[in-house]
T-cell receptor, first 114, second 112 residues
């Protein structure tokens, strides 16, 4: 199994530009999570999906952030417009069926907004 | 929501010594307690977890102990090695929801 795949691994963009982060969960996993990690705020959950349906997006910072999961093997996190304070490492994680709580993280996308 | 407190924030030990990291939580309904290890520049990786029906679980040099009455659980690493140096996170489920709330992390440094 290839594990959770994320792209790009690094993204540098200018303030105001649109940024799209991509994630492919582990095949067969029912849950997908998007996290943001910074030194100041630690590891924060942004949103999670169950069977492609968004369940809880209360961690999404503001309307500039949006996430979609069009099918079981693909999800995107979009920031439009981006701001310097969005600079962070964004992780995607997936988790198996109900009753199995383990989360498996992708390698992360390091986003820098200048 | 769930409140998770992790201590200490930094820990330095000599190679071969033991290390203990503790987490406390607020929701007594929580029943799953994992620990993740994150090496510099890498992803968090699950290293051990415990469910509420047991008090202790071991896997080679690492162990997790759980005290549900006091609402805390601890990670124990014995015979520490330099490759154990990393940030360790505890996590707790948020009530009946599916998500995990992570502790603030402990930077463990094993000195050779």
């Amino acid at each position: 199994d290839a594990g959770v795949i994320q792209s790009p691994r690094h993204e540098v963009t200018e303030m105001g530009q649109e940024v799209t982060l991509r994630c492919k969960p582990i095949s067969g996993h029912d849950y997908l999570f998007w996290y943001r990690q910074t030194m100041m705020r630690g590891l924060e959950l942004l949103i999670y999906f169950n069977n492609n349906v968004p369940i809880d997006d209360s961690g999404m910072p503001e309307d500039r952030f949006s996430a979609k999961m069009p099918n079981a093997s693909f999800s995107t996190l979009k920031i439009q417009p981006s701001e310097p304070r969005d600079s962070a490492v964004y992780f995607c994680a997936s988790s198996p069926r109900p009753g199995q709580w383990e989360q498996y993280f992708g390698p992360g996308t390091r986003l820098t907004v200048t | 929501g769930e409140n998770v407190e992790q201590h200490p924030s930094t820990l330095s030990v000599q190679e071969g010594d033991s290390a203990v990291i503790k987490c406390t939580y607020s929701d007594s309904a929580s029943n799953y307690f994992p620990w993740y290890k994150q090496e510099l520049g890498k992803r968090p990786q699950l290293i051990i977890d415990i469910r509420s029906n047991v008090g202790e679980k071991k896997d080679q040099r690492i162990a997790v102990t759980l005290n549900k009455t006091a609402k805390h659980f601890s990670l124990h690493i014995t015979e520490t090695q330099p490759e154990d140096s990393a940030v360790y996170f505890c996590a707790v489920p948020s009530g009946s929801a599916r998500q995990l709330t992570f502790g603030s992390g402990t930077q463990l440094t094993v000195l050779p």
